[in-house]
């Protein structure tokens, strides 16, 4: 035999509280603790039963004692009791069953009456009663037809698989079967009290309304319908009271004081004997369960032993004279197990179970195993002290409270619940039945029945639901919302317990519960799952975040869209971040929509925020809070479409791409009144690129130029006022403005004069050379005030002061090539003897005239003014220098003259073969001047220039009077000499000539200045 210790990771246990049922106010009455509806605990734990061997010698099978679960499933890692752990592991065992009681018509029924036989088919439930009575009821308790087959307690029942007729069996000696949709009803009366009674598998369907039965009289009867009436077949006798029959396809199953027999309708012989156990109690204290599990197996169930039956085919074998006579099926026992408890009922009991986990993390797929469902009953203590003659011990016991128990085919133990039935004190072993009910389903649809003679139970393994209810109850949310979301949407709408079973329910109770436990980073990641696409569910949970002052917690959680919540949430999200996460801030505000919120409402509040912080006199931000600050407002008043607003907070952040902005945006007039900040900020990029070595000398600012390119949009009197504090800008901007137009510049040539001197030194007599809108003499004391003699030179001439200028060349500079050009530029005699008279003393200064004698300087009378004896370094050098020049001189204009004749040669050549060439005169040529042709008629004069422009002489202005002229050549009555015909036209064409005072008109009109 098998002993009650078991592995320590069985999952049943004492104590497993269940709920599901309609009754939820059923507690236990000796236990001091609440239970479920149906299920409850023991509150005297017991040992576990010794290990002792047993072997039954009729089957070979080792046969098992299963131990009680409060004691033998729980023990310590050393091997010991782990009694200390009990209750906490008590606590959180979950329950495999749920139990429901059948509420309705049934506890009417029962008031004054009591359930003797339980049977159950196509899910209706038709019960037996003591007083002879069968109640046939639905799933809901609902009853459908009640009638009375028998004067006396039922004690069997059976419905066929159509629920169409029902079989009872009483102690009245009658066998009633009854069909409840027709008035077809068979009654035998069998002359002794009849324990059981079956119907056969196909009774609905067969003609032959066969069924069998058996009592007290101890024969087990078949009767059959047939031509001439029932047919009465005895199987079996002599062996004592049949107690139970059962039969399943062609086998037929029964018990009596013996043992359990099985017989074979096809082959019509008995196949096999199972015996009792030894040491069983009196046969008709405790009953015989049979139940077939499939149509090979039977499940036998009496006293505390349990064994499982398995009928196969006999192996093939050399027939014998022998083993003909052999019936062609055999039973082999295939489990026995001992428990430490009465059995009232037993059912197979499918399990899945999940294989272990394998190495890459999978979870290998579930396998169903099937184990027993067994109706426990536990008898009193002093059970089998009948035979005593002492009163007080003869007396009935209070009986104990029946379990339901699930064991495994090795004799684990999974858990086991004890009944809170009704009136369970007075009931024994026998008042209890187990039927099952069949749902065609998963193991999850299995469903049971548990009738004490006052009470119809439903029992169902615990689902997912249930599962999820269980792990709520205890506060493990988080494997409960695991759960939860496996569910499908029809199981997640259903409700259990009070409350419904989806994500969001059970989320938010977890969200409830870790709000009160403090843990506001664990409910804000919560939110998402429970919230989902709900907005008020959303804010409502913000708002509490918010009262609790954790709303840190959740905003990284909060939805921006689907779902959009009120602009209200995000703009208190966005004060909470003024106030105490401004780089958070600008990061949100980068990354929400700015659709959600209302920008004008929170650029103010920014703004505010800002204004309460110092900033520095050189408008940079003076805190790390007010560049974060700036860096919102400029996002927001670009994003609002007011970029010239957000101009000032690019500019005093130094954001690079502000010039970019501007020009993009045209923000040249909002410009105008952050000059100076756009130009520090372009120096400070400027000396960025130097510091890169980026040469930076030949490009001109940025920002001046843009400054100077749109003077239109930025005037330059608001730019000059800007930049007055920072003179090398103004510097800057001045000089650029003054290369684009002088005369944008013209209002402040006298400052660009002090600014050149400041900053630009050398460039300094350039401006004063190419302007001339300054003051003379502001400019000469600022030059004098510097020391700038080029500059003052300049600025004297320019006055006319050129004596003084001269002076100034001679004393303080010394060049005597700057004296020279000087005077040059002045165009001055005096000038000039001022410098001749100047260098009488000083043999450099002769020497330099010497050097650049010109149209300027007569050398002659340079050298008249040296006087005797003054030592001239060069003056041989010089004097042959002049010579030579003056011969080369010569020798250039003699060339020049050359070139000269030669070119007038030229072109008097070109010029008469020209005027003396002809050219063709079309018939239709017209006059230029008064655009009639020109052959109008032959008396027409026509005059011809050397520019060969060709009109007619009446269209000239003073010379109407012409003599006429005759054409000696075109006259044939004219015989003239040639000679004489020449004179003729030179005289004419001198008389013309006089006439024409500006030459040709047609050129002159041109404007084009031909003599002709």
């Not at 049922?21 to 299920?39: K, V």
């Not at 086991?416 to 099952?436: F, K």
């Not at 169902?460 to 409960?480: C, F, G, M, N, S």
Request: aromatic share 8%; proline share 4%.
């Amino acid at each position: 035999m098998m002993t009650s210790e078991m592995s320590d990771t069985i999952s049943a246990g004492d104590g497993a509280f269940l709920n599901g049922g309609a009754n939820s106010s059923l507690h236990s009455s000796d236990t001091g603790r609440t239970n479920g509806n149906i299920a409850g605990t023991h509150e005297d734990e017991h040992e576990t039963d010794t290990e002792d061997d047993s072997e039954d010698g009729d089957e070979g099978v080792e046969g098992r004692t299963i131990g009680s679960t409060r004691s033998g499933l729980f023990k310590g890692a050393n091997g010991e009791d782990g009694e200390d752990d009990e209750d906490e592991d008590e606590e959180d065992e979950e329950p495999t069953l749920k139990y429901e009681r059948m509420t309705g018509p049934i506890n009417d029924l029962l008031k004054k009456d009591s359930i003797s036989a339980v049977s159950v088919s196509n899910k209706l439930v038709a019960v037996g009663t003591h007083g002879g009575i069968v109640h046939v009821l639905d799933m809901t308790g609902k009853r459908i037809k009640s009638y009375k087959p028998h004067q006396a307690s039922i004690s069997d029942m059976e419905m066929d698989n159509t629920a169409d007729f029902v079989a009872t069996a009483s102690i009245d000696g009658q066998v009633v079967i009854q069909s409840l949709s027709t008035q077809e009803s068979y009654m035998f009366d069998m002359k002794r009290p009849i324990r059981t009674v079956a119907l056969d598998p196909n009774f609905a369907k067969k003609s032959t309304r066969a069924f069998i039965c058996g009592g007290l009289a101890g024969t087990l009867v078949l009767r059959e319908k047939g031509w001439l009436g029932h047919r009465e077949s005895v199987l079996h006798s002599g062996e004592g009271p049949i107690w139970s029959v059962r039969w399943r396809s062609h086998l037929i199953a029964w018990a009596n004081d013996f043992g359990v027999k099985i017989y074979d309708t096809q082959s019509q012989t008995r196949i096999t004997y199972i015996d009792r156990a030894p040491d069983s109690p009196r046969a008709d204290l405790f009953k015989c369960t049979l139940h077939w599990q499939d149509d090979t197996t039977l499940l036998i169930a009496w006293a505390d032993h349990i064994k499982v039956a398995r009928v196969r085919a006999r192996p093939r074998t050399a027939t014998t004279s022998a083993s003909s006579n052999l019936p062609p099926l055999i039973v082999e026992v295939t489990a026995a197990l001992q428990l430490d408890c009465m059995i009232s009922g037993i059912l197979p009991h499918p399990m899945s179970h999940s294989a272990p986990t394998k190495e890459n993390g999978s979870v290998a797929s579930r396998t169903t195993l099937t184990s027993f469902l067994v109706l426990a009953y536990e008898p009193p203590d002093d059970f089998g002290d009948e035979m005593t003659d002492d009163p007080a011990r003869q007396a009935r016991k209070t009986a104990e409270r029946p379990e339901l128990r699930i064991v495994s085919r090795t004799g684990e133990e999974f858990s086991a619940d004890a009944l809170n039935v009704t009136g369970y004190q007075s009931w024994g072993c026998n008042d209890y039945l187990l039927a099952e009910i069949d749902t065609g389903g998963t193991e999850t649809d299995q469903c049971y029945i548990v009738a004490s003679p006052k009470d119809i139970v439903f029992v169902r393994p615990r689902d997912r639901k249930d599962h999820i209810a269980w792990l709520v109850e205890r506060q493990r949310y988080e494997e409960a919302l695991d759960e939860t979301e496996k569910l499908g949407e029809d199981e997640q709408s259903s409700d259990s317990g009070g409350y419904k079973i989806d994500v969001v329910s059970i989320g938010e109770r977890y969200l409830r519960y870790l709000v009160g436990e403090g843990d506001f980073v664990k409910a804000a990641q919560l939110c998402p799952k429970v919230c989902g696409q709900d907005a008020k569910r959303w804010e409502d949970w913000i708002f509490v975040f918010a009262q609790s002052r954790n709303l840190q917690a959740i905003i990284p959680f909060i939805p921006t869209e689907a779902p959009q919540l009120s602009h209200l949430v995000y703009e208190m999200i966005l004060g909470y971040f003024i106030n105490h996460d401004k780089e958070a801030l600008l990061q949100t505000i980068r990354d929400w929509p700015k659709s959600i919120y209302d920008m004008p409402s929170v650029i103010v509040a920014i703004q505010s925020e800002l204004e309460r912080i110092p900033m520095s006199s050189s408008l940079k931000p003076s805190s790390v809070d007010a560049v974060w600050l700036m860096e919102c407002l400029a996002d927001l008043y670009t994003a609002n479409r007011q970029p010239g607003k957000a101009l000032q907070y690019f500019l005093r952040l130094r954001r690079p791409n502000v010039f970019d902005l501007i020009r993009e945006h045209n923000l040249f007039t909002d410009v105008k009144d952050q000059v100076l900040l756009l130009v520090e900020f372009d120096q400070e990029l400027n000396g960025k690129r130097e510091e890169e070595g980026i040469d930076t000398a030949q490009t001109r600012s940025e920002a001046i130029s843009m400054l100077v390119d749109h003077t239109h949009s930025i005037p330059v009197d608001r730019v000059v006022q800007q930049l007055r504090a920072r003179p090398f800008y103004l510097f800057l901007y001045l000089d650029a403005l003054f290369k684009k137009d002088q005369n944008l510049a013209l209002d402040f040539a006298d400052v660009q004069v002090k600014l050149f001197a400041e900053y630009a030194t050398p460039r300094l007599i350039e401006y004063l050379r190419a302007s001339s809108y300054y003051n003379l003499e502001a400019a000469y004391n600022i030059c004098k005030g510097r020391d700038l003699v080029p500059e003052m030179v300049f600025l004297l001439g320019r006055m006319g002061n050129n004596k003084q200028a001269l002076t100034l060349i001679i004393e303080r500079i010394g060049d005597v090539q700057q004296a020279i050009e000087f005077a040059k530029e002045q165009n001055d005699d005096d000038l000039w003897e001022d410098l001749l008279k100047y260098s009488e003393t000083r043999p450099t200064f002769i020497r330099g005239l010497l050097e650049n004698v010109g149209a300027e300087i007569d050398p002659v009378r340079l050298i008249r003014r040296i006087k005797n004896g003054l030592e001239i370094p060069g003056l041989k050098e010089a004097l042959i220098k002049i010579l030579h020049d003056f011969q080369l001189q010569i020798s250039l204009l003699e060339g020049c003259q050359r070139i000269l004749h030669g070119d007038c040669s030229d072109l008097a050549r070109v010029r008469q073969k020209g005027q003396n060439g002809g050219f063709f005169l079309s018939e239709k040529a017209a006059c230029p001047l008064c655009t009639e042709p020109l052959r109008r008629s032959p008396q027409d004069l026509l005059l011809l220039f050397l520019c060969r422009h060709i009109v007619h002489a009446n269209c000239i202005n003073g010379i109407d009077d012409l003599p006429r002229y005759i054409d000696g050549g075109l006259d044939i009555g004219l015989r003239v000499s040639p000679a004489h015909d020449l004179s003729a036209k030179v005289a004419f064409a001198s008389v013309v000539r006089a006439k024409i005072l500006h030459g040709c008109p047609v050129c002159r009109r041109q404007g084009e200045g031909h003599v002709c």
